[in-house]
């Protein structure tokens, strides 16, 4: 959860205001993958939590 929310915390504010919401729960997911392999299962789990959580991210990207 942690690194999840690192890679969060670095990601631009441009680059999040230039992506719709699957975009950037893909791009965070990428990096998180890159980092960490990510089973399929936990890369729906990844996305899903993501996604009840996108005006945070946004916020913090901000």
């Known amino acids: 959860m ?3 929310w690192a890679i969060i915390q670095e990601t631009s504010g441009k680059t ?3 992506l ?3 975009d950037l729960i893909n791009q965070i997911i990428g990096k ?7 089973s399929s299962e936990d890369c729906c789990i990844v996305s899903t939590y ?3 959580r996108i ?7 901000q």
């Open 50 to 52: 993501l996604r009840s």
């Open 16 to 18: 999040v205001a230039g």
């Open 20 to 22: 719709n919401d699957s």
């Open 32 to 38: 998180l993958n890159s980092k960490q392999h990510l």
């Open 2 to 4: 942690r690194q999840l």
């Open 55 to 61: 005006p945070l991210i946004r916020e913090i990207t």
